[in-house]
Nanobody, 121 residues
Framework: QVQLVESGGGLVQAGGSLRLSCAAS????????MGWFRQRPGKERELVAR????????YYADSVKGRFTISRDNAKNTLYLQMNSLKSEDTAVYYC??????????????WGQGTQVTVSS
């Protein structure tokens, strides 16, 4: 059974940093694309960043480019999202996700349960 378990969310002041983790288990993720999505209050879920598990190729949404960094530790089967220079508009529930192939909001094989990030101004 595949499980994606996020951790690391919380309350932080604007300008601060947080690191989210996603512990993946239940299968090997070689050939998968891993992503971080978020859902802001009153908004649809959106892709924030993605990374290919095998090669580490990354993509970032324009809204987080230069501030967020996605990475993975293959040995620990863990995905990370380092978030710096946080803004109030980054407040959202953040979800870890995985798909064998191109990943998008409507193209996900596995979702995590989500972790709340709140940025106070």
């Amino acid at each position: 059974q595949v499980q994606l378990v996020e951790s690391g969310g919380g309350l932080v002041q604007a300008g601060g940093s947080l690191r989210l983790s996603c512990a993946a288990s239940g299968r090997t993720f070689s050939g998968y694309v891993m992503g971080w999505f978020r859902q802001r209050p009153g908004k649809e879920r959106e892709l924030v960043a993605r990374i290919t598990w095998s090669y580490g190729n990354t993509y970032y949404a324009d809204s987080v480019k230069g501030r967020f960094t996605i990475s993975r530790d293959n040995a620990k089967n863990t995905l990370y999202l380092q978030m710096n220079s946080l803004k109030s508009e980054d407040t959202a529930v953040y979800y870890c996700a995985a798909r064998r192939g191109a990943i998008g909001t409507n193209n996900v094989d596995y979702w995590g349960q989500g972790t709340q990030v709140t940025v106070s101004s």
